[in-house]
């Protein structure tokens, strides 16, 4: 299995600041990470994939980045609608998923 | 737009075998070229990728649950069916299912709302 580690497991944050969530794999899982937002409540939704490549109809203040073990997920102007737990999933082999990072309004 | 919904019992007791089937609108099942996945999600384990099916009945599993794990399609109804066999208290999750990617086991896109099965006597 592939382990993938995400930090921090939870911040507080106001809105319009930047969020930044990092996902480190146990080894190279190349671009294949994916992250996904959810709220309480809910199902997980698809965010981005294959590292930096946008869902379509995601707001574009959503991003990815990385490659290889390490990668990064990045809100650049926090909305209240975006408070919830986002969590990051390989897929370079049978998928595996991250502990999840929740967000919330300081 | 597809959409997916489970059902089943909410309760299974333990060493039983649980059934939760999931039903595709919107679109057919066997007119689709990725993979249909479950995925489910609990406080001690987090989300976990149970397995996904195709079709034509082509299966992927996570090793960790294969041995338990058995995961069908019945195309005339437009649905796939997830049974979790000899389960225990460690088992209560919220199971969703999900469309999978070309691959299987790749990108979980469209999800059911999830349905809560809790392993109790």
């Known amino acids: 299995d592939i382990q993938m580690t995400q930090s921090p497991s939870s911040l507080s944050a106001s809105v319009g600041d930047r969020v930044t969530i990092t996902c480190q794999a146990s080894?190279?899982?190349?671009?294949?990470i994916n992250w996904y937002q959810q709220q309480p409540g809910k199902a997980p939704k698809l965010l981005i994939y294959?590292?930096?490549n946008l869902e379509t109809g995601v707001p574009s203040r959503f991003s990815g980045s990385g490659s290889g073990t390490d990668f990064t997920f990045t809100i650049s102007s926090l909305q209240p609608e975006d408070i919830a737990t986002y969590y990051c999933?390989?897929?370079?082999?049978?998928?595996?998923f991250g502990p999840g990072t929740k967000v919330d309004l300081k | 737009q597809l959409q997916l919904q489970e059902s089943g019992p909410g309760v299974a007791k333990p060493s039983e075998t649980l059934s939760l089937t999931c039903t595709v609108s919107?679109?057919?099942?066997?007119?689709?070229?990725?993979?249909w996945g479950w995925i489910r999600q609990s406080p001690g384990r987090g989300l976990e990728w149970i397995g996904s099916?195709?079709?034509?009945?082509?299966?992927y599993y996570n090793p960790s649950l294969k041995s338990r794990v058995t995961i069908s399609v019945d195309t005339s109804k437009n649905q796939f069916s997830l049974k979790l066999s000899s389960v225990t208290a460690a088992d209560t999750a919220v199971f969703y299912c999900?469309?999978?990617?070309?691959?299987?086991?790749?990108?979980?896109?469209?999800w059911g709302r999830g349905t809560l099965v809790t392993v109790s006597s």
């Open positions: 999900a469309t999978d990617g070309e691959r299987g086991g790749t990108y979980f896109r469209n």
């Open positions: 919107g679109g057919a099942i066997n007119r689709r070229s990725h993979y």
């Open positions: 080894r190279d899982i190349r671009k294949y």
């Open positions: 294959d590292a930096s």
């Open positions: 099916i195709y079709y034509s009945g082509g299966t």
């Open positions: 999933q390989q897929h370079d082999s049978l998928p595996t």
